[in-house]
């Protein structure tokens, strides 16, 4: 599992111009944003908030992922039905079924040579397992959606209800 530290240094990766912009988007210079996140002279990591700011900023869920794999779980994106269609749910589809096929690989490569499965391997496999787990999940939900139904004024009920038929 990655640390805290890792997941500062990816949100301000995937925020156009970097940990400066970052920076200066939470009210701070790059020095006091490196003093926080490395702890130096006397500054504490950052808050919750902080955090959680940086990552409404990056537009990214890797706080998220964080919190979940640190109990066991994994992060699952909520899927919008109005940015929902046919396509989006075979490219879905495919997607999962490729990160399937690359837990079945890593456990292939894992075993080849000595039938044994070490720490590392473990963590491999365990880390393509959950992206494999949360695709999965985000692409029945996303069928689930994309099929609800939806009453006469255009509201679309809450939870899973009954699947309408879609003709083309």
Known sequence: MVDL????KTMCKAYP????????????TETQFNNNLYEKNGCR??????????EDISG???????FAQRRGGFFV??????ELDHVDLFIKGVKVAAKSGKVDQQINISIADDGVIDEGEKAEIMALHRK???ARDEYVKSVV???E?????????RGVGALKTCVE
Not at 5 to 8: G, H
Not at 149 to 157: E, F, K
């Open 60 to 66: 990214t869920n890797h706080l998220a992922d964080y």
């Open 149 to 157: 139904r939806v009453d006469a004024s255009g509201v679309q009920s």
């Open 17 to 28: 111009s970097g940990r400066s912009a970052m920076a200066g988007a939470l009210g701070m």
């Open 45 to 54: 990591f950052f808050e919750i908030a902080e955090l959680e700011a940086m």
């Open 5 to 8: 530290k890792s997941v500062v």
């Open 132 to 134: 494999h787990l949360a």
């Open 77 to 82: 994106e909520i899927p919008n039905r109005d």
């Open 145 to 147: 959606a994309l099929h």
